[in-house]
């Protein structure tokens, strides 16, 4: 498998030099909040690990793939360890720089170490729910077809539930939505946290076994 990583990752090589570009995206975000650093480090990083598939289909690789002496489930499962690493330099990355953007920040709020797990926590939920968004109709249609379905239909799903939740804030006249959810974290650490991560792992596990479904019965 790792072997196959390694193609992976070499596959995506015209890409490389785009990563560069995100430690400048985190900086720039983070003169918001230093907190959102997390999510969009991880969003940044997922989204860098999806160009193996439009390279692949570009280029046809599954055809390649297929004739080396290579199962598809080791295709599969390559491609969630690679993006496994990929959220790993993600999150180390935003955490990295935090201090940093800090010093620029218009947010008056940094989190103290408490909020470190919760913070993993979250970031490990939102890369799971995109991977189950995302991957196994990326293995069933390719890239330009699943990138639909899986990107841009979720996304838009996503904007009209935090559009409803703000506007739902707005109309109440004693605290919001969200500032009674950071109060309950903040009391419940470890219950929040173990309950992103625990949903988190039953996202990423379902999406792993229906992705290795769907591609074992993919035609080429």
């Known amino acids: 498998m790792l072997n196959m990583i390694k ?15 995100i430690p400048i995206c985190l900086i720039i975000t983070g003169w918001f909040s230093p907190i959102i650093l997390i999510p969009m480090g991880v969003f940044l990083l997922f989204f860098f690990s999806i160009n193996l598939f439009a390279i692949e289909e570009k280029g046809d690789l599954n055809r390649l793939y297929l ?17 496994l690493l990929l959220y790993i330099v993600g999150v180390l990355l935003a955490f990295a720089l935090m201090p940093f953007a800090n010093l620029i920040s218009s947010s008056k709020w940094y989190p103290d170490y408490k909020w470190i797990l919760v913070l993993f926590s979250f970031s490990f939920l939102l890369h799971t729910v995109m991977s189950l968004s995302m991957y196994p109709l990326l293995f069933k249609l390719g890239y330009q077809k699943g990138k639909f ?17 703000i506007e739902y804030d707005i109309t109440r006249k004693n605290g919001t939505l969200m500032f009674d ?23 990423l596990t379902a999406s792993y076994l229906l992705s290795n479904r769907l591609y074992a019965k993919r035609e080429f």
Not at 7 to 21: A, C, E, N, P
Not at 71 to 81: D, G, H, L, M, P
Not at 181 to 203: D, I, K, N
Request: glycine share 6%; with cysteine; aromatic share 16%.
């Open 67 to 83: 004739t080396l002496p290579i199962r598809r489930n080791t295709i599969v499962t390559s491609r969630y360890a690679l993006a």
């Open 181 to 203: 959810l950071l109060v309950y974290t903040s009391e419940h650490l470890l219950l929040v946290s173990g309950g992103m991560f625990a949903l988190g792992t039953a996202c």
């Open 149 to 165: 379905w899986g990107l841009f239909l979720p996304a838009i799903i996503f904007s009209l539930i935090f559009i409803s939740i």
């Open 7 to 21: 193609l992976d990752w070499s596959s995506m090589k015209y890409f490389h030099r785009r990563f560069l570009i």
